[in-house]
């Protein structure tokens, strides 16, 4: 089981001269947002006019990234929110950056949406893809499936029953 989840993460069935794997990307593409996902990126108000999107922004606008980009993984770089009453008519309401963790991958995706309350939501790609068969990746669980893995282990902490074995195993092989 573990050799083809490893194959398949790595995706060694795809041939490429450098032993990497390498996709092709749209340069962007274009999502009607669910009802769901717009009352989930309802902004926050801050001091002065200011806004930020809710600490979840990233789930909900990686779903759909996903559908275009299933290969990389992602981390959140930056985002911004249009203030209230903004003079800027030109700039988007939310903007946020993405960037593939791989090393040597040099994906950038910019998402934006247009106007507030807007269903909307365009993603731009630029770069290429390209990752090492042998370099696993993935985003940690946080928030809520975070909060129900912990349910499901009876309150213990998720990171300390992933650890124990690996304890265990040091413990038995002589290693401080």
Known sequence: MQQETSRLVARSEVPSPSGDFCAELPPGAWYCLSLADIARLTPVAREGGRRAMPADWDDVVLKYVKKTNPYCVFSCDQNRVKKV?????????????LKCTFPGCSVFVVVKIWQENCD????????KLRHS?????GRRIKGAA?????RSLDGSDPSRVH???LAIKSSREGIR
């Open 146 to 150: 975070r909060d129900q893995i912990k």
């Open 133 to 137: 068969g042998g370099v696993h990746h």
């Open 120 to 127: 909307q939501l365009e993603i731009s790609f630029s770069g």
């Open 163 to 165: 650890h124990a074995p």
């Open 85 to 97: 009453n903004s003079r800027k008519k030109n700039t988007p309401f939310f903007r946020g950056t």
